[in-house]
């Protein structure tokens, strides 16, 4: 058994790119996974699934209660690709209500259970954008920045009781959805020559940081964001 082994851990939105490699390697390290999804019956082979929203209330603390889980990994999300001035009151709203209002009761319905038991683990998966402004983003932004102090603040609270809460904040990764635009020469010139290492993140760049800071050797990391944009924000 590994040093998670007997944990329970929640990934959202894991139904398929970076997500379900997430809950893939998450259960490589030892503990019971499963994956939040609105679907479950869409689960990947070999991965657990349960129904949960995170536009629902209802539906993220029936599925946390249900779970206990020690382990919640928050990376569902969704985002845009405009001008401010096209930005939809519904628009902005549904940002929102899944990237930061529903991270924020799905931390609060799995911190409940973790405080009461005096330990867990909790990781936000951020973006880049949550720490520097990205044109054509303005809501994405918004709610990724708001993440970002969110996790900080539940680490204040919650860290006296044996829970950490931190964050991954993504860079452009490569997955199967948009491996056609960072293959595009233009894409490429305007958006991958900016980032210092020359390429794009790929799955595994972002499964190392989470399942290093829900292990054991993470313990005194606590309310801290690691950045895995391959160098975009140093400069």
């Known amino acids: 058994m590994t040093a998670l082994g007997g944990q329970v851990a929640l990934v959202t939105g894991a139904r398929r790119g970076i997500g379900r490699e997430l809950a893939l390697a998450l259960a490589d390290a030892g503990p019971r996974t499963v994956i939040g999804v609105r679907e479950p019956s869409e689960a990947p082979d070999g991965l657990e699934a349960i129904d949960l929203d995170l536009r ?18 928050n990376n569902a999300g969704i985002g845009t690709n405009h001008d401010a001035l096209e930005a939809t009151e519904e628009e902005w709203d549904e940002i929102l209500d899944v990237n930061l209002k529903g991270l924020f009761f799905a931390c609060q319905a799995a911190g409940r259970h973790m405080v009461e038991r005096g330990y867990g683990r909790i990781v936000n ?28 603040v539940l680490a204040l609270e919650w860290g006296p009781s044996g829970v950490t809460v931190n964050m991954v ?39 190392a940081a989470v399942v290093f800071l829900v292990s054991p050797a993470a313990s005194f990391v606590n309310g801290t964001s690691i950045l895995v944009d391959g160098g975009w924000t140093a400069q």
């Open 56 to 73: 629902d209330l209802g539906s993220i603390r029936a599925a946390i209660d249900q779970l206990r889980p020690t382990i919640l990994v």
């Open 125 to 152: 998966i951020g973006s880049q954008a949550g720490h520097v402004g990205i044109r054509r983003n303005a809501a994405y932004c918004a709610s990724k920045g708001g993440v970002e102090l969110l996790t900080k």
């Open 169 to 207: 904040a993504l860079g452009f990764m490569r997955t199967a959805a948009n491996a056609e635009q960072l293959d595009r020469p233009e894409f490429v010139e305007e958006v991958i020559a900016r980032v210092p290492v020359a390429r794009a993140g790929t799955p595994g760049d972002v499964t």
